[in-house]
């Protein structure tokens, strides 16, 4: 390292050495060469509600998230497009006692995710756009993401597949725009498109969660919606094993084969490789989930007063962005919202 004052010039023919401090002087100047850009417009906030319940109930593991009434999600989805957020993604909690084996609570079209798109849709009109999770898990007393098989301890894909059908078609009924099927069951992106179409659904899109991971940290989320897997089971014969990382790749490509119109990487921040492999690969938009635990875990250090939570989340979800991913579905899509404007 030469240590010359910076008034010298730069040796002819040098490499200028000097370019990285002329062109990180004044925040102006960063602003005009930087690589990434994060905007309102990429965000989506995931909103959970919750049926038959009187007020909003606060979730102890994800400080600052509820599970709503219908009510306060109207309320909470009228003031994320004052805020400009483009994008809500709906989870439904049934009555606790309308939980059963197959999760029939989750595919009424009278139940709990339809009544909560057309809220959202009387909140905001088409000035955002509504997502919902057509997954099951909510809905089984179980808590596994399909129906299980003769043994009880094994999700039968096969059987599956028409109930991701039939939740679909009601949430595409009661007017959601997109619907995302988490339950990684083979042929699930298939099946919905089939069963969509053939309803008169053509125009509904499909976020495919295409390559998502038997994570840990989706502990707070499974608080959030009051979900135990039964037997202290997992996910992992039906989610991505976490050290497997070209297989986020297939996964995309075999979801894209089948019809997806968006795919989605999910966790987000521990995942940043399969973003970037995923964003190399296709030309689609891209989702990543900035799930549950990566939420918890800043406002956990945060409410210690160990970092700057606004800070550190606006890092992180500025660095899913630069690996990658087009939109970032993140539990601080508000706070970064009031941020950004
Ligand atoms: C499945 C589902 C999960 C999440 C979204 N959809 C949990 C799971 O797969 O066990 C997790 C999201 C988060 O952690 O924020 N319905």
Redesign the pocket.
């Known amino acids: 390292m030469t240590t010359s004052p910076p008034t010298a010039p730069d040796p002819p023919g040098a490499f200028p050495a000097r370019r990285m401090r002329r062109l990180r002087r004044t925040p102006a100047m960063r602003r005009l060469v930087a690589e990434t850009r994060l905007s309102v417009d990429d965000l989506v906030a995931?909103l959970f509600v919750a049926d038959g319940i009187a007020a909003p109930r606060p979730i102890s593991s994800l400080p600052g998230v509820v599970q709503h009434t219908l009510d306060s999600l109207g309320d909470e989805v009228a003031r994320l497009v004052r805020l400009g957020v483009p994008g809500v993604l709906l989870f439904g909690l049934p009555r606790p006692g309308d939980k059963d084996a197959t999760g029939s609570a989750g595919t009424d079209p009278a139940g709990i995710v339809p009544r909560a798109v057309a809220v959202a849709r009387q909140a905001a009109g088409d000035h955002v756009v509504v997502m919902t999770?057509c997954?099951l898990?909510?809905f089984t007393d179980h808590g596994h993401?399909g129906v299980l098989d003769a043994t009880g301890r094994d999700v039968d894909n096969d059987a599956t597949l028409p109930l991701y059908v039939a939740a679909a078609r009601a949430h595409a009924a009661a007017g959601a725009d997109v619907v995302a099927p988490?339950?990684m069951m083979d042929g699930q992106v298939a099946a919905i498109r089939a069963g969509l179409d053939e309803a008169g659904f053509a125009s509904t899109a499909i976020l495919a969660y295409a390559a998502?991971y038997a994570s840990a940290?989706?502990g707070?989320?499974?608080d959030a919606v009051d979900v135990t897997i039964a037997g202290g089971g997992d996910?992992c014969g039906y989610?991505q094993d976490p050290r497997n990382r070209r297989e986020g790749v297939v996964e995309v490509t075999l979801d894209l084969t089948e019809g997806a119109d968006m795919v989605m990487v999910k966790p987000a921040l521990s995942y940043l490789d399969v973003v970037a492999d995923v964003r190399a690969a296709v030309d689609v938009p891209l989702a990543a989930?900035h799930?549950?635990?990566e939420y918890a875990m800043v406002k956990a250090a945060a409410e210690r007063g160990w970092l700057d939570g606004t800070a550190v989340a606006l890092e992180h979800v500025t660095a899913i962005r630069r690996a990658g991913a087009d939109m970032v579905i993140t539990y601080f899509a508000a706070e970064l919202a009031e941020r950004l404007s």
Do not use: A, M, T
Request: charged share 30%; aromatic share 16%; glycine share 10%.
């Open positions: 995931p999770d997954c898990d909510e993401c988490s339950g998502k940290l989706y707070p989320f499974r996910r989610q989930y799930v549950s635990g």
